[in-house]
């Protein structure tokens, strides 16, 4: 008798690459497709599905690959719980961007073997032309973050080193970017998600407006912090999208920097692309306060602003080992003045990481504010199923 496979995702626009992925799992055994809800999308992404849930769930029936499909009746990362424990499937699989330890856990606590496939090339659709693909990037903050806030830089200034990224599989990283090839972080994930989306309001599928990108990160930071807001978004998130290649932006008691410094050197964006992994988190989940606990003095604010000082320094001196110690520095110093940042979730993840890839993962930082998303990984390779960066060296445009 056949074993169950179970699959799961959104599906939207179908392309090559889904029906490779599709054909793959079947070979080992009946293939049941949990497929996301209108309602879901909405939620992870932000954004309207492309095709309904009723058209997408038509075309994925229609599969030869497919035993049986259906729309998923949860929320969430794990919207497919309840699909899972009615199929009792043998194996649940997901591709390499797709695993989560919080999906890993789930699945391997009702007995099924979880198994996370590595991206090939022909899990990659072919170019289309079906839409138009948003060239805004998301935003790495690599150390200092918190200093653009001005309830931190009072204390002591400091930088902020940030860039603006796309997603891809490592093994595409040294390829020309092609947009149908980049992977769409989910909102709540610390990668200036809320930002990228104000972008998106203000200037469609691309960056434009003709002036300078200093100016246009201005006009971004505006935008998305009009008059009334009680809380001011950091500006970093304004100028790690907007300003290509590598940023160091000065605080000092203000909103807006009073500096901003760039690296666009061709090596120094290359050796920070070879060295960075992001690995999947759980998402923040819902409530998530940062701000409900933290303890802020000169100590430690001044602690953060010399760890990025050092990480700006490895950068331009590409010393791998001491971009990796001093990444870690920073986070740690992020933790010591907000330790809400992390959960003991978390803290287990990362001890997991560190031991798995001792002689790796040389440091890290979780994404954002934390609480979730991404943990970013400075190491020797990459790491199996991570997501591997490509920094955006100019702004993009048709």
């Known amino acids: 008798m056949a074993k169950k496979v179970f699959v799961s995702g959104c599906f939207d626009l179908l392309h090559s690459g ?53 729309i998923s009746g949860g929320m969430g990362p794990l919207d497919f ?29 009702l007995g099924i ?3 996370a496939l590595k991206r090939e090339l022909s899990d990659e659709p072919f170019v289309s032309d079906r839409r138009k693909f948003v060239k805004i990037p998301y935003r790495i903050d690599l150390a200092g973050g918190w200093l653009d806030q001005p309830f931190v830089s009072k204390y002591y200034p400091g930088a902020v080193i940030t860039f603006p990224i796309f997603g891809l599989p490592h093994n595409r990283k040294k390829e020309p970017l092609s947009f149908d090839q980049v992977i769409e972080f ?31 990160a201005q006009i971004l930071f505006a935008h998305e912090n009009s008059p009334g807001k009680e809380e001011i978004s950091g500006s970093q998130d304004s100028i790690g999208i907007v300003i290509p290649g590598i940023s160091k932006s000065h605080y000092n008691g203000d909103y807006w920097p009073h500096q901003i410094e760039t690296l ?35 100590e430690k604010a001044r602690a953060l602003s010399e760890a990025a000082e ?40 990362i001890k997991e990481m560190r031991t798995k890839h001792s002689d790796n993962i040389l440091g890290y930082k979780l994404s954002g504010a934390g609480g979730g998303g991404y943990l970013i990984c400075i190491t020797k390779e990459p790491i199996p199923n991570s997501i591997g960066i490509k920094i955006m060296r100019e702004i993009i445009r048709d």
Do not use: C
Request: net charge negative; aromatic share 8%.
């Open 186 to 216: 989910n909102t709540r994930s610390g990668m200036a998600t809320s930002t990228r989306k104000t972008a998106i309001n203000l200037w469609g599928h691309e960056i434009s407006g003709g002036q300078h990108p200093h100016k246009l």
């Open 81 to 109: 719980a309840e699909d899972l424990k009615r199929i009792q499937p043998d194996i649940f699989i997901v591709n390499e961007d797709g695993d989560t330890p919080e999906k890993k856990e789930f699945v391997e606590s």
């Open 310 to 349: 050092k990480v700006w320094q490895a950068i331009q001196e590409k010393d791998l080992e001491k971009l990796g110690q001093n990444v870690r520095e920073s986070f740690i110093s992020q933790v010591a003045m907000f330790p809400s940042m992390v959960d003991d979730d978390i803290r287990n993840f």
């Open 113 to 115: 073997q979880y198994l």
């Open 18 to 70: 889904h029906i490779h992925f599709l054909k793959k799992t079947a070979q080992y055994g009946d293939l049941y497709v949990s497929i996301g809800s209108n309602r879901n999308i909405r939620y992870l992404k932000d954004r309207e599905p492309a095709n309904s849930e009723e058209e997408r769930l038509t075309i994925i029936k229609a599969i030869r690959y497919v035993t049986d499909a259906f």
């Open 264 to 298: 666009d050197d061709d090596e120094m964006i290359n050796f920070l692309e070879d060295h960075i992994s992001l690995v999947p988190l759980n998402p923040r989940r819902e409530g998530y306060q940062v701000l409900k606990k933290t303890d802020i003095n000169e």
